[in-house]
């Protein structure tokens, strides 16, 4: 049935709240005074179709959800604020996910307009109890991170583009300039879908990473509805479980003994053999070459460019899987400090910072473009839409006009 201006007001007024706003509060981020938000909330003024969506915009909303027959009060951002608190007291991060939210309400919108049906990408659940020390954490972590790999059919070799592998399991991704100490957010929306969003200004490894730690509490987080990685949380337990999967999910154990033994290390300095022969047994015994199996720090220079990590990454998991000592690792880690980055360099691994594919950056152009073209969307849409996403005005019409799309009279 069509939703009347009570009705509106009441629905406006149930959203802020359960996103903990204040009539002032709400009426400041929107830009309208209070005493006009109390009087859209009680039903006595109208609210124009900018004002509604400025205010759908703060409160995380999609414009359509205030006019749906079925109006819920619990949403992706306020199921955050409730399992995060902390979190809500903090604008940047708030204005980030309000950014992601209504991207994500945008790009469900245009599949909607050019009825595109992504309801049969399923992403994979895996369903867990609730780690009890850090231990379980991460055994909980590696042994998904070894199941996931299996499912997908990836054996041990490295990974691909990580965000390629995440848009085929029906995850969305996009690359946004965070506040330094988020690493990256996971939303799970009923409209919107997952999305993982990861740190801009974080260079090329920890985003890799970063998208592979936001993978893992996808896949064994699914009932939280998203997740906030900061460093002020790091030692919760799902954070623990979610880095052990992403450590283990880009280095698998075997893959990575199979790299270092193809440069003739990782095997013991000193083994004995026994062969019985049903009578008798012949003992023997092997010595390497003293100094031989040392992992060194061009070894794991080599390492974490074979698997796209950071050297430090690659030598925390050489440590967790006891192929270096704590010794080791303290005397690598302090070379690699005074020493590292000039290694990389005279190997010819140093490069900058790849752009990590924008797959949802790319995707949302592609979409708008398309709904422009069938005239599903006007060209004023269009502008709002690539602003968005970082595309201005000009550019904007030079692309409308490589494609021969332009309608400007």
Not at 30 to 37: D, E, H
């Amino acid at each position: 049935m069509p939703i009347n201006q009570a009705e509106l007001g009441r629905r406006i007024r149930a959203a802020s709240e359960a996103c903990g706003l204040t009539q002032e509060a709400l009426a400041q981020q929107v830009g309208l005074t209070r005493i006009a938000v109390v009087q859209i909330e009680q039903g006595n003024r109208a609210v124009s179709s900018l004002e509604l969506d400025r205010i759908a915009f703060v409160l995380g909303r999609d414009i359509g959800d205030f006019f749906a027959e079925q109006f819920s009060e619990q949403d992706a951002l306020i199921a955050l604020f409730r399992l995060d608190p902390q979190i809500a007291d903090r604008k940047e991060i708030v204005d980030a996910l309000r950014q992601c939210l209504a991207l994500g309400h945008e790009m469900t919108n245009l599949e909607r307009l050019l009825r595109i049906d992504r309801a049969q990408l399923l992403t994979a659940s895996y369903n867990l109890p609730a780690p009890r020390t850090r231990w379980d954490a991460i055994q909980q972590g590696d042994r998904i991170a070894a199941e996931e790999r299996q499912r997908l059919g990836v054996g041990v070799v490295p990974l691909g583009d990580m965000t390629d592998l995440l848009e085929s399991q029906g995850v969305r991704t996009g690359v946004v300039e965070l506040p330094e100490d988020i690493s990256g957010m996971t939303l799970s929306d009923s409209k919107v879908g997952i999305f993982v969003v990861i740190n801009q200004r974080h260079g090329d490894a920890r985003r890799r990473f970063s998208l592979c730690h936001e993978y893992g509490h996808v896949l064994m987080d699914r009932d939280r509805f998203g997740a906030v990685s900061r460093d002020g949380n790091r030692d919760e337990l799902l954070e623990v479980r979610a880095n052990a999967f992403a450590a283990s999910f880009l280095m698998p154990a075997e893959g990575l003994r199979q790299f270092i033994a193809g440069f003739g290390k990782g095997r013991p300095s000193r083994a004995a053999i026994s062969v019985y022969d049903e009578k008798n047994v012949i003992d023997a015994e092997g010595r390497e070459v003293p100094g031989s199996q040392e992992i060194k720090l061009y070894d794991v220079a080599l390492l974490a460019d074979h698997f796209g990590v950071s050297r430090i990454s690659a030598l925390y998991r050489l440590k967790n899987l006891r192929e270096i000592s704590d010794a080791q690792f303290q005397q690598l880690k302090s070379q690699d400090e005074d020493h590292g980055s000039a290694l990389a360099d005279l190997l010819g691994l140093s490069k900058p910072d790849r752009e990590i594919t924008n797959e949802f950056r790319q995707r949302f152009l592609g979409l708008a473009l398309e709904a422009y073209r069938r005239e599903e969307i006007t060209r004023s849409k269009l502008l709002e839409l690539g602003a968005m996403v970082g595309v201005k005005k000009d550019r904007i019409s030079q692309m409308l006009a490589s494609a021969g799309l332009d309608q400007a009279v």
